[in-house]
């Protein structure tokens, strides 16, 4: 599986790093489920400020979704084209 990060400033200024953000291709039945995660997640982050600057989405995603669904989505290994 390939990961992302995201990057931002929250409201106080602090730069916030986003770890661990699972790629997923269009037509996936899980991108609508981690697209939304991902939303709550960083907006949660964004609105209050902590003495943390790198949160992991793979350990927010493995307490918040049922394991059989995080089981499948960690289990997936489709790489085309990957250099």
Not at 40 to 62: A, G, I, M, R
Request: aromatic content about 16%.
């Amino acid at each position: 599986m390939l990961y992302k990060t995201l990057e931002f400033k929250n409201v106080i200024g602090q730069k916030v790093k986003v770890i661990e953000i699972p790629v997923l291709e269009l037509n996936n039945r899980y991108y609508f489920m981690i697209q939304v995660r991902l939303q709550t997640f960083v907006s949660s982050l964004y609105n209050k400020p902590e003495q943390k600057c790198c949160y992991s989405f793979h350990d927010y995603l493995k307490r918040k979704m049922r394991w059989s669904d995080f089981s499948d989505l960690v289990s997936m290994r489709k790489f085309s084209n990957n250099a």
